[in-house]
Structure formats: C-alpha cells, structure tokens
C-alpha cells in the first residue's frame, strides 16, 4: 500500500482479555518495528522483523506480549492477559531494508485503553 | 548504548518568531540522526536526517538542523513558525549500521498567536 497501515485505530478492552494489533507495512518494506508510546514515556522499541524473523525481540516488556509477521508482510502484536499499564499508542514502522540511513514510515499508531 | 535527551517537555514560541528544538545524544562514533513530527492522532513523518556530509541538512516544512560532533548536538531549527508547525517533535538516534532508531522523549510546540 502507499503507507503503512494499522488496525484498529482505537481499542478499548476490559483487563485481563487478549488483544491483536495489526499493522500492514508499505509494500516491498523488509524491516517492520513495533513501537509503544506511552504519556510523556517517548517511543520504546518493542521489537524489530526482518523478513518473517524477528532478530531483535529485546524490548518487549514481558512474555505477555508476542508478535508474529506472515509472508514478509503484515504483522500481528498480541497483549495476552492485558493489564491497565499497557494502555499506550502502539506504532509500526517499516523501511526497505534494515539501514538506519533511511529511516522509518510511520503509521498513525493503534490507541490502547484498558479499563 | 546510544540515548537521545530533548531537555525540553514544551516550548511555546509566538507565531514569526524562530524556533530551536535542542537534541542530544550519546554514542561512540558518527551516530545518523533524526528529526520526526507527530501531530495529533498521527503517526510520525520524518522532517530530515543527517548521516555524513554537511552538518547543516535541510528537511521539509522549511526545518533544518545543524550537527555538531563536539557538542553531541543535532538542534532543530525554523527561522519563522506557522501555527500549522504545533505538535511534538522527536530526534532519534540510530549507529552506522544496522540498528534499531533510539527516540528522545519528546517535546511539544506551542505556537501562540
């Protein structure tokens, strides 16, 4: 697609379900990262894919949280057993290849509430 | 390890008036630097980047920012602010290579009539 794409915008769920993020990279993008923003916390790096591997897993905060990308191409973040401090913006990026020079394509990010 | 720090939460600026957004990092060698926007509800587009060459780089929206090795600096520059330019802005940091971007924390613009 011409950008990159991330369902829901908004989810409220109640503590303790599951949820599935989604985000659909720019096509012919290599390298997929998922990122949260939480208030006043800046971007913390999840987690990096290159291809259908994940490399980088290092900043996924617990083992609640998994993420999975099928076909080099969408990407799924799932939050089992979500918690009240989850709640956050999470945002993936893409790029073509994993060269920092280029930088990232945003997408306008999934709001997380849990109540 | 690389680090960003935006020591400014916030700055309000009056509309014509310039803007400076400071940035710092921390890492060894040339690090490659980022400014990106976010308005609000939006995802983050990148405004320019600098990975060698000329320190003073121009980006879009007629920011530019100057990169300074002896300060560990890479200052965000306008020289007249639109009230379109509110919103928060980031620096990122990433090595040469292949690295994951590290984000500051962020400051948000104010921009007063």
């Known amino acids: 697609g011409a950008g990159v794409s991330q369902s829901p915008s908004n989810k409220v769920t109640e503590k303790g379900k599951d949820v599935e993020l989604r985000c659909d990279p720019i096509?012919?993008?290599?390298?997929l990262y998922w990122y949260r923003q939480s208030l006043g916390q800046g971007l913390e790096f999840l987690i990096y894919?290159?291809?259908?591997?994940?490399?980088?897993k290092s900043g996924l905060p617990s083992d609640r949280f998994s993420a999975e990308r099928t076909g080099g191409s969408v990407s799924t973040l799932t939050i089992q057993r979500t918690q009240q401090e989850d709640s956050a913006v999470y945002l993936c990026?893409?790029?073509?290849?994993?060269?920092?020079?280029?930088?990232?394509?945003f997408g306008s990010g999934t709001r997380l509430t849990v109540v | 390890a690389q680090s960003v720090t935006q020591p400014d939460i916030h700055i309000t600026v009056s509309e014509g008036a310039s803007l400076e957004l400071r940035c710092n990092y921390s890492?060894?060698?040339?690090?490659?630097l980022f400014w990106y926007v976010q308005s609000p509800g939006q995802g983050l587009q990148l405004l320019l980047k600098y990975f060698s060459g000329d320190t003073l780089v121009q980006g879009i929206k007629g920011f530019e920012a100057e990169f300074k090795r002896s300060q560990s600096s890479f200052n965000l520059r306008k020289p007249s602010v639109h009230w379109s330019d509110a919103a928060e802005y980031f620096c990122a940091v990433g090595n040469s290579g292949y690295s994951t971007l590290t984000f500051g924390k962020g400051t948000m613009l104010l921009v007063s009539p």
């Open positions: 894919f290159q291809g259908n591997s994940a490399p980088d």
């Open positions: 096509s012919g993008h290599t390298a």
């Open positions: 990026a893409s790029s073509y290849v994993r060269d920092t020079r280029y930088g990232y394509t």
């Open positions: 890492y060894g060698a040339t690090p490659y």
